[in-house]
C-alpha cells in the first residue's frame, strides 16, 4: 500500500479510528521485535499527520463558509433591482417546495418588531387571505421606511424579503417596482401556489401605493412651506 494512500485512508475519521485501535493492539508487541517498533511509529505518524490534516481542511472549509456568510451580509447593494435579482436568485436556486417555504420562515424570523400602535384598519393590506399590516413613511433623508407584520409566518417571510429589497430605498425606485418582477421566485408550494403569489402581489402594490401617496403628500407640503417662508420674509 502506497503512502498516499495511506495518508487518504487516514484523512477519513472511520479510517482514522480503526487503525488507532489496532495499532493499540499491536503496541505490546513492538518491543519484542525492532522492525515491528520501526513499523509502529511510522504508521502512528503517518495516521496522526492524515487526522491533522482532516482536521485543518475541515476548519478551512468552515471558515470559508462563515467568511462567505459575511461577505455577502456586508456586501452593498446599489438600489432595489439588485436586491431583486439576488433574490430571485437565491429562491431560483431552491427547487424543492419545502425548501422554498423553510426559507421564508427563515426571513419571518428576521422581521423586526411591529409597533402595537400601528395595528389599526388603515395600515391592513387587502386581499391577502391572511391578515397583514403594512406601516409606511418618508424619513428625514428622503428614503421610504416600511415595518410589517402577519399572523402568519409564511406571510411575515414575505413581508421580510420586500421590506429588505425596498426599505431605505428612493420612493422613485419603489414606484417602479412589477409584479413581474417577483414572478421567478416561484414561492408556491402545491395547492396553494395562487394564494402565495397573491400575497406577495398585494403587499407589493400596498407597497407601492402607500409610497406614491407620501410622495403626493410631500408635494403639497413642499408650497406650503416655501410660501410659508416667503411671508416669513417679507415680515
Known amino acids: ?101 423553510k426559507r421564508l420562515l427563515h426571513y419571518a424570523a428576521m422581521l423586526a418588531p411591529f409597533d402595537e400602535s400601528a395595528r389599526v384598519p388603515e395600515n391592513r393590506v387587502k386581499g391577502c387571505a391572511t391578515q397583514v399590516w403594512l406601516d409606511a413613511r418618508i424619513d428625514q433623508n428622503g428614503k421610504v421606511r416600511f415595518r410589517a407584520d402577519s399572523d402568519s409566518e409564511i406571510t411575515k417571510g414575505f413581508c421580510s424579503c420586500l421590506i429588505w429589497m425596498m426599505d431605505g430605498a428612493d420612493p422613485e425606485e419603489v414606484v417602479e417596482v412589477r409584479a413581474e418582477d417577483l414572478v421567478e421566485l416561484n414561492v408556491g408550494v402545491h395547492g396553494k401556489a395562487q394564494s402565495r403569489v397573491n400575497t406577495w402581489q398585494n403587499v407589493l402594490i400596498s407597497m407601492r401605493d402607500r409610497t406614491e401617496g407620501l410622495m403626493l403628500e410631500r408635494q403639497r407640503e413642499l408650497p406650503l412651506a416655501s410660501a410659508s417662508v416667503s411671508y416669513i420674509i417679507k415680515l
Open 1 to 101: 500500500m502506497s503512502l498516499i494512500k495511506l495518508l487518504m485512508w487516514g484523512q477519513n475519521p472511520n479510517y482514522t479510528k480503526f487503525w488507532r485501535v489496532i495499532l493499540m493492539a499491536s503496541k505490546p508487541f513492538y518491543k519484542k521485535d525492532f522492525f515491528f517498533f520501526i513499523f509502529f511509529h511510522i504508521f502512528n505518524w503517518i495516521v496522526s499527520s492524515a487526522s491533522s490534516i482532516s482536521t485543518q481542511n475541515l476548519k478551512h472549509r468552515q471558515d470559508n463558509r462563515w467568511a462567505t456568510i459575511e461577505t455577502r451580509s456586508e456586501t452593498t447593494y446599489e438600489g432595489v433591482s439588485d436586491k431583486i435579482q439576488l433574490l430571485v436568485s437565491e429562491f431560483k436556486s431552491l427547487t424543492e417546495p419545502v425548501d422554498r417555504v
